[in-house]
C-alpha cells in the first residue's frame, strides 16, 4: 500500500501539522511507501491530482479552525468529491490537532472528514485528535517517543498499524505529555513574548477591546 500524507495546514512552514507529519513519517520509515504533498491553497494542483490518484490510502493532517476543517482545505475536499470517479476507492484517515490542551476539541472536526468521505464514497478509516498543537512545533528537536510528545507518537504509531492492515478504527482523543497547568503556562509566556515583539506591553494580554 502506498500511503498519501496530507498537509493540510495554512502554513507554508513550522506547522503543527507539518511536526505531527515528520513524526508519523518516522514511524512509517522503511515499512511503507510514503508521498507528502501540501493543501495550503483552495485549489488542487495537478501534481496533487497525481499524487491522489496514484496512492490507496490519504491521511490528512490539519489544524482546528472554528471547531471545523479550514475553509481552505474545505474547498480541497469538495473539488475532491467532484472528482471523486477519478479515485475509485480510497481509505481515508485524518488527524487533526488544536491549541487546546485537550484533544477532544477536534470531535466535530474529525465528523466533517468523515462524513465527506462516506458522501464521496471513500472508506473512513478513522481519525485522532491531538491537543496541545502549540508546542509541538518547539518538540521537533525531540526524537519520536520522547516523553513530551510520547502519547502523541504512540496513537500516530498505532494509525500506521491500522493503515497497513486496512483496518477501521473509533476515533480517539490525546494529547502531549505534559501537565495541564505547564501547558497553560508556556502558552502565555508565549503570547507575552509576542506582544513584546510586536511592541506591546505583557499586561496588554488581558485588554478586552471595548
Not at 520509515?29 to 497525481?50: F, G, R, V
Not at 490537532?97 to 464514497?121: A, I, M, T
Not at 481519525?127 to 516523553?147: N, Q, R
Amino acid at each position: 500500500m502506498k500511503i498519501l500524507v496530507i498537509n493540510g495546514s495554512p502554513k507554508c512552514k513550522e506547522s503543527a501539522s507539518g511536526a505531527l507529519i515528520s513524526d508519523f513519517l518516522a514511524c512509517a520509515y522503511e515499512k511503507c511507501d510514503c508521498a507528502e504533498i501540501k493543501m495550503n491553497k483552495p485549489k488542487l494542483t495537478d501534481d496533487a491530482i497525481e499524487a491522489l490518484t496514484e496512492c490507496e490510502a490519504w491521511v490528512f493532517f490539519y489544524p482546528l479552525y472554528v471547531d471545523g476543517v479550514p475553509g481552505h482545505l474545505l474547498s480541497c475536499l469538495k473539488e475532491l468529491e467532484q472528482l471523486k470517479e477519478k479515485f475509485g476507492e480510497k481509505y481515508i484517515y485524518a488527524v487533526s490537532n488544536c491549541g487546546f490542551y485537550d484533544g477532544s476539541q477536534c470531535e466535530w472536526s474529525l465528523d466533517v472528514v468523515k462524513h465527506w468521505s462516506r458522501r464521496s464514497g471513500f472508506i473512513f478509516g478513522g481519525g485522532i485528535g491531538i491537543g496541545g498543537g502549540g508546542a509541538l512545533t518547539a518538540l521537533l528537536h525531540m526524537k519520536p517517543g520522547d516523553k513530551p510528545k510520547s502519547k502523541i507518537d504512540k496513537g500516530l504509531n498505532f494509525l500506521l498499524e491500522k493503515i497497513l492492515e486496512e483496518n477501521s478504527f473509533e476515533n480517539f482523543y490525546t494529547t502531549i505529555n505534559l501537565p495541564r497547568a505547564i501547558y497553560k503556562a508556556a502558552a502565555e509566556l508565549g503570547w507575552g513574548n509576542s506582544l513584546v515583539k510586536n511592541g506591546k506591553k505583557r499586561k496588554d494580554i488581558k485588554f478586552i477591546p471595548q
